[in-house]
């Protein structure tokens, strides 16, 4: 178990590009979070995967973003034609459904600044 | 919709003390909450979770209490130290999906 992994962990881009980041849970969960956190903020909701199945989007996640979790296991989320406000945290976070012991943990986040 | 509030935003004190951090939660048909501990640029450590139907829960020093009939939820921290110093969030998850967050105590011990 070597805990959520995300990549990159930094990502400065210029307006107008997009970027992509990757999210590799904890093995054999079946749960994928994606959230964003700005400054001074708790995490926002993005959207979740119940294995490849995306099943939530919030409002926040405009058309310019998309996730993908093509075999169930590891995730991206790309963003299109960045926009100075997605400057921001990005944070996976993985669980598994066993019973009611179904603790949310997340990875160290992938920080975006669009400039 | 869900709202969660942590007071105080900020709290500073002097090592040693034990201390009480706060969350309070609109709707109370919550399946669990998390108390989460961030650095700074840092992701989310899980320090303790507690289901609807737990009252409270211990892991060392810390130690989470649950009133799920009045939305409350309280972090207490004993015997601090200049280490715990960090931001604390509470989340309150409904269902299976998502946690919905407080903005964090950005919490200080000075030696």
């Known amino acids: 178990d070597t805990g959520v992994s995300q990549n990159p962990r930094h990502k400065i881009t210029k307006r107008g590009q997009n970027v992509t980041f990757r999210c590799d849970p904890i093995?054999?969960?079946?749960?994928l979070y994606w959230y964003r956190q700005t400054l001074g903020q708790g995490p926002e909701f993005l959207t979740y995967f119940q294995n490849e199945a995306q099943l939530e989007k919030s409002r926040l996640l405009s058309d310019r973003f998309s996730a993908e979790r093509p075999k169930g296991s590891f995730s991206t989320l790309e963003i299109q034609r960045t926009e100075q406000g997605d400057s921001a945290m990005y944070l996976c976070a993985s669980s598994s459904w066993t019973g009611s012991l179904n603790t949310i943990y997340f990875g160290e986040g992938s920080w975006l600044t669009v400039v | 919709k869900q709202e969660v509030t942590q007071i105080p935003a900020a709290l500073s004190v002097p090592e040693g003390e034990n201390l009480v951090l706060n969350c309070s939660f609109t709707?109370?048909?919550?399946?669990?909450l998390q108390w989460f501990r961030q650095d700074p640029g840092k992701g989310l450590t899980s320090l303790l979770l507690?289901?609807?139907?737990?009252r409270e829960q211990t892991s060392g020093r810390l130690n989470a209490s649950l009133d799920k009939s009045s939305g409350r939820s309280t972090l207490y921290i004993a015997a601090s130290q200049p280490g715990d110093s960090a931001t604390y969030l509470c989340?309150?998850?409904?269902?299976?999906?998502?946690?919905?967050f407080g903005q964090g105590t950005r919490l200080t011990i000075n030696p």
């Open positions: 709707d109370s048909a919550i399946y669990n």
């Open positions: 507690i289901q609807s139907s737990q």
């Open positions: 989340a309150v998850r409904r269902g299976a999906q998502k946690l919905v």
């Open positions: 093995s054999e969960h079946n749960r």
